[in-house]
C-alpha cells in the first residue's frame, strides 16, 4: 500500500518533469522562429537578387541610368530608381520631421490637457488608416491639383513631358502624411521622458517656456527624436502601395514635377508581368532596397544602445 | 506655469515658434478630418446591401466585395491561429526562461528587424518562398503565412510588455506555494497579460486589414465567391484577394466608386480597432491600479 502511493507520486513528479522540460522546449522553438525568419528572408533575398548582378554586371545595374527592361535591346539601370527612393526619402523627411517634432511639443508640453487628449486619438487613426487609402487620396486630390500647377509652370517649355501631376512632389506629400504619425509618437514619448527637474531647473534660471522646450527638453530628448527620424526614414522608403499610383509610372531623374519609380514602386508595378532578367532584375532592386532597410535597422539597434549607456 | 514677478518679456521668437508649434498641430488634425470626411463623402453612396453582400459578376451584373471580405477573414484568421501561439510563446521565452546573453539578444535583435522590414520584401519573400518553393502558388495560404511573419514582432512585443507589469511577487507566491513553472505560467501569468496579448492580436487584425504589398503577390487577386460548401475548405489554396488589395485593384483600374466603397469599409474597421484597443488598455490600466 505504502509503496503503491510513493511510486505514483514518483510518477507525477516524473511527469512533471516532462511537461516542465516540454514547455520549456516549445517556448524555446517559438523565440527560434523569428531568427529562422530573418535567416531565411535574408538568405533568399540574396539568392534571388544576386544572379542579375551576375548576368547584366554590377554597374550596368546600379550606375546605369537608362530603363528598357521590354525593349529589344534591354537595359536594366536602376540608377534613377535608387536615387528617387533616397531623394524622395529624404524631401518626406525634411518635411515631415519638424511637423511631426513640433506636434509631438504640442501634445507633450504646449497643449492643455484636454485638448493634447482629443489629439493624440487622432494622431494613431492616421497611423492605423491604411496605405492604399492614401494612395487613393493621393490620385483622387493631388495628382488634380499637380496637374494644374504643371500646366502653369510649363505652359512655355516645349521639353517638359506632362504627368497628368502624378510626379515625384505628390509622392513625397503622401509619404509625409504617412511617416508624421511615426516621428509623432517616438518624439513624444522622448520629450516626456526627460527629467521634470530639467525643466524646473532651466524656469528657475528665468528661462521662456519656448527656450526650456528648445533649448534644454529637446537636447535631452535627442537619441528619442533620432530614433523617430531613423524609423521615419525607414517607413518612407520602405512605403510601395500608397505612392505607386501616385508617383507616375516611367523612370526619370528625381525632379519635382517628373513621373518617377521609386525602388518599392518598381517592384510593384512590373512584377506581375515579368519575365526573365526582367524579373530577375526586379529582385535585385528587391535587395538593393532589402540592404538600405538592413542598414537602417542596424544604425537603430546602435543608437538604441548608446541610449541604454548614457541612462 | 512660471510666472515673471513683473511683467512678462515677449520674445518674437518664442511667439513664431509658439505659431510653428500650433500650426503643425493643426496639420496632422486637419488631415485626419479631411481624410475621413472626403472619403465617407465619396464613398457613403458606394455602399448597400448588395456592394456588401455580392460579389463582383458581369453575368449576375452585381458589384459587390463579399468576395473580398470573406478572404480577409479567412486571411486574419489563419494567420492568427499561427502567429498568435509562436508569438505569445516567444514572448514567454524571453521574458521567463530565456537568462540574458547571446541568444536573447539575436532573438531580440531578429525581432526588431522583422518588424523593420517593409511589407513588399515580405511580399517578395512569402511570392518565392511559399508560393514558389512550397508550391503554393497565389493562394490565401500563402498570403496568410506571408502575414504571420509579419505581425509576429508584434504580437511578441505585446506580450513581452504585458508580461513585464505582472508583478513578481505573483510569480514568487505561485512558485512558493508548490507550482511548477509552467503551471504558474498557464494560470497566473497568461490571465494577467490576457489584456495585452488581446491588445497585441487586435492591433495585428488592424495589420492584417490594412496590408496589401505583401498580399499582392502571396495571396493574389481573386474576389469570387466560393459556389459550393466544399468550396469554402478549398478555397485557402485558391488565389484571394482581401478587400484592401481589391482597393487597389479598382483604384488602378479607375472604378473609383468601388475604390472608395471599400475605402469608407476600412476606415470602419479601423476605427473601431482603434476604439477597442482605447478601452482595453483603460480597463486594463483601472485594473492594474486596484
Same mark, same amino acid.
Given at each position: ?311 | ?133 512550397? !508550391?503554393?502558388? /497565389? &493562394? =490565401?495560404?500563402? #498570403?496568410?503565412?506571408?502575414?504571420? +511573419?509579419? @505581425?509576429?514582432?508584434? *504580437? ?96 488602378? !483600374?479607375?472604378? /473609383? &466608386? =468601388?475604390?472608395? #466603397?471599400?475605402?469608407?469599409?476600412? +476606415?470602419? @474597421?479601423?476605427?473601431? *480597432? ?17
Amino acid at each position: 500500500m505504502k509503496a503503491n502511493t510513493n511510486s505514483s507520486v514518483m510518477r507525477s513528479s516524473q511527469t512533471k518533469v516532462v511537461v516542465e522540460n516540454t514547455a520549456q522546449i516549445i517556448f524555446t522553438i517559438c523565440a527560434v522562429v523569428a531568427i529562422l525568419a530573418v535567416f531565411s528572408i535574408t538568405l533568399y533575398m540574396f539568392l534571388k537578387g544576386v544572379p542579375a548582378f551576375a548576368d547584366v554586371g554590377v554597374a550596368e545595374i546600379l550606375f546605369n541610368p537608362v530603363w528598357e527592361p521590354t525593349a529589344q535591346n534591354p537595359s536594366f539601370g536602376i540608377l534613377y530608381i535608387i536615387l528617387t527612393s533616397i531623394v524622395g526619402t529624404a524631401m518626406a523627411i525634411i518635411l515631415g520631421v519638424p511637423i511631426g517634432v513640433l506636434t509631438a511639443v504640442f501634445l507633450s508640453e504646449v497643449a492643455p490637457k484636454k485638448l493634447a487628449a482629443a489629439v493624440r486619438p487622432a494622431v494613431d487613426l492616421l497611423a492605423g488608416i491604411p496605405s492604399v487609402i492614401y494612395g487613393l487620396l493621393g490620385l483622387m486630390i493631388l495628382n488634380p491639383f499637380m496637374y494644374k500647377l504643371e500646366q502653369i509652370i510649363f505652359e512655355n517649355s516645349p521639353t517638359h513631358q506632362f504627368t497628368g501631376g502624378a510626379n515625384l512632389i505628390s509622392a513625397v506629400l503622401v509619404l509625409v502624411i504617412m511617416i508624421l504619425p511615426t516621428v509623432i509618437n517616438i518624439s513624444q514619448s522622448a520629450l516626456q521622458a526627460v527629467p521634470k527637474s530639467l525643466k524646473d531647473a532651466s524656469f528657475g534660471l528665468g528661462a521662456s517656456h519656448i527656450q526650456t522646450i528648445f533649448k534644454v527638453q529637446m537636447p535631452a530628448a535627442r537619441s528619442g527624436i533620432v530614433t523617430a527620424i531613423v524609423l521615419g526614414i525607414g517607413r518612407a522608403i520602405g512605403e510601395a502601395m500608397a505612392i505607386s499610383l501616385v508617383s507616375g509610372s516611367s523612370v526619370n531623374p528625381p525632379f519635382p514635377f517628373n513621373s518617377v519609380r521609386f525602388l518599392t514602386t518598381a517592384i510593384v508595378s512590373e512584377m506581375g508581368y515579368a519575365a526573365d532578367t526582367h524579373r530577375m532584375v526586379l529582385f535585385s532592386i528587391g535587395l538593393v532596397l532589402f540592404v538600405f532597410i538592413m542598414v537602417i535597422n542596424i544604425v537603430l539597434t546602435k543608437i538604441l544602445k548608446g541610449e541604454k549607456h548614457d541612462a | 506655469m512660471p510666472n515673471s514677478l513683473i511683467k512678462k518679456k515677449s520674445r518674437i521668437q518664442d511667439t513664431v515658434l509658439y505659431i510653428c508649434i500650433y500650426f503643425s498641430a493643426a496639420i496632422s488634425v486637419l488631415l485626419l478630418i479631411g481624410i475621413i470626411g472626403y472619403v465617407l463623402v465619396k464613398g457613403i453612396g458606394s455602399i448597400n446591401l448588395e456592394f456588401l453582400t455580392k460579389a463582383t459578376s458581369a453575368i449576375d451584373g452585381t458589384t459587390g466585395i463579399a468576395g473580398n471580405i470573406i478572404n480577409t477573414l479567412y486571411i486574419i484568421v489563419i494567420t492568427l491561429l499561427i502567429a498568435t501561439p509562436i508569438g505569445v510563446g516567444s514572448a514567454i521565452f524571453l521574458n521567463e526562461y530565456a537568462k540574458p546573453g547571446r541568444f536573447v539578444r539575436i532573438v531580440e535583435f531578429t525581432t526588431e528587424t522583422l518588424a523593420g522590414i517593409p511589407s513588399i520584401i515580405f511580399g517578395l519573400f512569402g511570392m518565392v518562398f511559399f508560393g514558389n518553393t512550397l !508550391k503554393l502558388g /497565389y &493562394s =490565401i495560404l500563402s #498570403g496568410a503565412f506571408t502575414l504571420t +511573419l509579419m @505581425i509576429l514582432p508584434l *504580437i511578441t512585443r505585446n506580450t513581452q510588455e504585458a508580461l513585464k507589469t505582472v508583478p513578481n511577487s505573483y510569480r514568487s507566491g505561485a512558485l512558493g506555494i508548490g507550482a511548477t513553472k509552467w503551471y504558474m505560467i498557464r494560470t497566473i501569468l497568461l490571465p494577467s497579460a490576457m489584456p495585452g496579448i488581446i491588445t497585441g492580436i487586435i492591433l495585428a487584425v488592424g495589420r492584417i486589414v490594412g496590408e496589401s504589398a505583401a498580399l499582392l503577390f502571396t495571396a493574389g487577386s481573386g474576389y469570387i465567391l466560393p459556389k459550393t460548401p466544399i468550396g469554402y475548405f478549398t478555397k485557402i489554396f485558391e488565389s484571394g484577394g482581401t478587400m484592401t488589395i481589391q482597393l487597389y485593384l479598382s483604384m488602378s !483600374k479607375g472604378q /473609383y &466608386s =468601388i475604390a472608395f #466603397g471599400i475605402a469608407v469599409v476600412l +476606415l470602419v @474597421i479601423v476605427v473601431g *480597432i482603434n476604439f477597442l484597443t482605447k478601452f482595453l488598455a483603460k480597463k486594463f490600466d483601472t485594473g492594474r491600479r486596484d
